[in-house]
């Protein structure tokens, strides 16, 4: 079971990592359209300051994830990810607060909070330092 499990954790963190960074290219690369993927739409009057700032989270958490994943440093990655949960569940308030959310929108945040949840507590407890 551990070791079905681990392959399961491994590919679901790295691919979590590559998703998270394509997301956070995509909020530099085609901002209007990220905000609509993300859940919410904003009046910003050409001013994408917000969508900066979530692209550069996005694309460093996915970064982080990545790097300590293939440099196996797991024990680390799996406190990355249990404090990193706070991360799609601040998203998942603040798009379910939106007065024209989608439940597909929340889906997607409840997904990312399990992985982070389920892996970070594989990582923290059977990979110690």
Known sequence: MKNSFTKIAFWLCLLSGIS??????NFYVN???????????????SDYSFHYIKGIR?????????CLLLR?????????????TTI????LGIVISHP???????IAHAIAIVICMACGIYYSRNYTL
């Open 20 to 25: 998270l960074m394509y997301i956070g290219i």
């Open 58 to 66: 996005d694309f460093f958490f996915g970064f982080i994830i990545i």
């Open 88 to 91: 799609p569940a601040a998203d």
């Open 100 to 106: 024209d959310f989608s439940s597909g929108h929340l």
């Open 31 to 45: 901002p209007v359209q990220a905000e609509l993927n993300y859940g919410i739409s904003t009046s910003t009057a």
């Open 72 to 84: 196996k440093q797991l024990n680390a990655l799996g406190w990355v990810l249990l404090f990193g």
